[in-house]
Structure formats: structure tokens, C-alpha cells
């Protein structure tokens, strides 16, 4: 992967389009639109994680997660349909891989 991040995209045609765009720059912002709708991790900054699906986000960070479980200390907690999540408490929003 490193070899192909010194080359410009011009010269790997064969490269799949989602990889090209993980090439890109790309803000945290166009990562947070291109989330909505897929599973996440929200961590707070009290350590606690909330799992569930990105229903939306505003610009002070506050989220809308649905499907959400409660995690402390890596051990589920509650479940709970909708949360509502403060923005001025998430520490980090992550993906995380579909729920088989």
C-alpha cells in the first residue's frame, strides 16, 4: 500500500475505485458525511463506548445512533433502540465492521 501511495493515481488504472478514494485527502468532515447510515463506535471521554448505526451528526459533534449498545470496560452494558450523544462528550467517532 505504501508503494502505491508514491505514485500518482494516473499510473494504477487497475486500482478499485474505493481504494482510490482512500488515496484522496480527504477532511473529516467528507469521512463523517460518507459514514452516515453505517456502524460506528462512539467513544466517550467518561471511556465509555456506544456501538451502533450513524443516523446523523451536526457540526458541534452532537450524534443520532440507532441499533446502539452500551459497552464499559468492554463489557455490554444495555442496549437501547435510538441515543441521543452530546457532542461536548465523544472523544472519537470510528466505523466499525457490519454486525454479522
Given at each position: 500500500m505504501l508503494l502505491i501511495q508514491m505514485f500518482s493515481l494516473t499510473y494504477v488504472p487497475s486500482l478499485p475505485e474505493e481504494i482510490k478514494m482512500s488515496l484522496r485527502k480527504q477532511t473529516p468532515s467528507d469521512f463523517l458525511k460518507q459514514i452516515i447510515g453505517r456502524p460506528v463506535v462512539v467513544k466517550l471521554n467518561s471511556g465509555v463506548d456506544y456501538r451502533g448505526v450513524l443516523a446523523?451528526?451536526?457540526?458541534?459533534?452532537?450524534?443520532?445512533l440507532e441499533q446502539t449498545e452500551e459497552y464499559v470496560n468492554g463489557q455490554l452494558k444495555n442496549k437501547y433502540g435510538d441515543a441521543f450523544i452530546r457532542g461536548n462528550n465523544?472523544?472519537?467517532?470510528?466505523t466499525q465492521?457490519?454486525?454479522?
Open positions: 446523523c451528526l451536526d457540526g458541534y459533534m452532537n450524534i443520532a465523544v472523544l472519537y467517532i470510528s465492521k457490519r454486525r454479522m
